[in-house]
């Protein structure tokens, strides 16, 4: 279980609509960490460019984890 508060601060639970756009958002990250990783395997890309994809798949990992995490923390997620 995910601790959802800080020492000074507790994370309010998603309501379900948030809920809902929080999946919605997590998946679409995680496509698209998909599709950065995918597209970053082309022999023929420049260095620069798959250092553009790879942070961009990183970054959207991170962002898609936060997501899950944030509904790991709601306890009004489901209803």
């Not at 507790?10 to 496509?31: C, D």
């Amino acid at each position: 279980m995910v601790s959802n508060s800080l020492d000074w601060f507790s994370l309010p639970s998603p309501n379900r609509h948030e809920a809902e756009a929080l999946r919605v958002v997590g998946r679409y990250l995680s496509r698209t960490a998909d599709a950065a990783g995918t597209r970053r395997l082309q022999p023929s890309l420049p260095v620069e460019e798959r250092m553009l994809l790879d942070v961009l798949r990183e970054q959207a990992t991170a962002w898609a984890a936060l997501c899950d995490g944030l509904l790991d923390t709601g306890t009004n997620a489901e209803g």
